[in-house]
Antibody
Framework: EVQLLESGGGLVQPGESLRLSCAAS????????MNWVRQAPGKGLEWVSA????????SYADSVKGRFTISRDNSKNTVYLQMNSLRAEDTAVYFC???????????????WGQGTLVTVSS | DIVMTQSPDSLAVSLGERATINCKSS????????????LAWYQQKVGQPPKLLIY???TRGSGVPDRFSGSGSGTDFSLTINSLQAEDVAVYYC?????????FGQGTNLEIK
C-alpha cells in the first residue's frame, strides 16, 4: 500500500524558513518523480515543485522559484521542500504527491499525502 | 502556463441523476506523437487530499467506480458522473500534465439537489 506522510508544517513569521518532509512507502521510490502541491485555505490546487526519480532534475512554479528548493534522499525514501523567505501568500496546506512517471516532466499524481499546514503570519 | 477553465463553478444534481463537468485548456494538451491527451481529473472531499479519478482524459484510476467517465480531446474535456450517489459530493478538478508546470482548473463544487 502506497503511503505518503508529510511533516514539518507550522506557524512562522514572514521572511522565515521552514523545511517540509514527505516519507514514502509501498513503492520503489527511486522509480518515480515526486511533487509538492499546495492549497490555500478555501482555494484550489496549485502545483509547486517536482523532482525526478534520480533527483538530478527539478522544476518550480514561478510563484516560488528562487525561494523554495525541492530535494530527495532515495536512501530514506523521503522528499523535502525547503521554503525560504516565506510570505503570507505561501499560507496553505502542502501536499506531497507521487507522480506516475520517473522524469520531472511528469504525468498525473496517482497518490497524495494528507498534507501539512503552513501558516505565515506575524 | 496552460490555463485550465472549468464550468460550472458549482453544480447541484439530484441523487441518481447525471452530473457533467467541463474543462477547457488554453492550448491543446493532445500530444501528437502518441495521440494521448495529457488530462486528468481529481475528486477532493472535505478535509481529504485529492484522489485521482481519470487520467489520459478517459482512463479510470484504480478502484474508481464505472459511473465516472471522462471524454474529450485537444482543448475540451468533460467528466460525467452517472447515477449520482451521496458519496460523490466533492470538489472536482481537472489538471493538464502536457507541460512540466502542471496546472489545475479552479474546481467545480458538486452538491446534491
Amino acid at each position: 500500500e502506497v503511503q505518503l506522510l508529510e511533516s514539518g508544517g507550522g506557524l512562522v513569521q514572514p521572511g522565515e524558513s521552514l523545511r517540509l518532509s514527505c516519507a514514502a512507502s509501498g513503492f520503489t521510490f527511486i522509480n518515480y518523480a515526486m511533487n509538492w502541491v499546495r492549497q490555500a485555505p478555501g482555494k484550489g490546487l496549485e502545483w509547486v515543485s517536482a523532482i525526478s526519480g534520480s533527483g538530478d532534475s527539478t522544476s518550480y512554479a514561478d510563484s516560488v522559484k528562487g525561494r523554495f528548493t525541492i530535494s530527495r534522499d532515495n536512501s530514506k525514501n523521503t522528499v523535502y521542500l525547503q521554503m525560504n523567505s516565506l510570505r503570507a501568500e505561501d499560507t496553505a496546506v502542502y501536499f506531497c504527491a507521487k507522480d506516475d512517471h520517473i522524469a520531472v516532466t511528469g504525468y498525473y499524481f496517482d497518490y497524495w499525502g494528507q498534507g501539512t499546514l503552513v501558516t505565515v503570519s506575524s | 502556463d496552460i490555463v485550465m477553465t472549468q464550468s460550472p463553478d458549482s453544480l447541484a444534481v439530484s441523487l441518481g441523476e447525471r452530473a457533467t463537468i467541463n474543462c477547457k485548456s488554453s492550448q491543446s494538451v493532445l500530444y501528437s506523437s502518441n495521440n494521448k491527451n495529457y488530462l486528468a481529473w481529481y475528486q477532493q472531499k472535505v478535509g481529504q487530499p485529492p484522489k485521482l479519478l481519470i487520467y489520459w482524459a478517459s482512463t479510470r484510476g484504480s478502484g474508481v467506480p464505472d459511473r465516472f467517465s471522462g471524454s474529450g480531446s485537444g482543448t475540451d474535456f468533460s467528466l460525467t458522473i452517472n447515477s449520482l450517489q451521496a458519496e460523490d459530493v466533492a470538489v472536482y478538478y481537472c489538471q493538464q500534465y502536457y507541460t512540466t508546470r502542471r496546472t489545475f482548473g479552479q474546481g467545480t463544487n458538486l452538491e446534491i439537489k
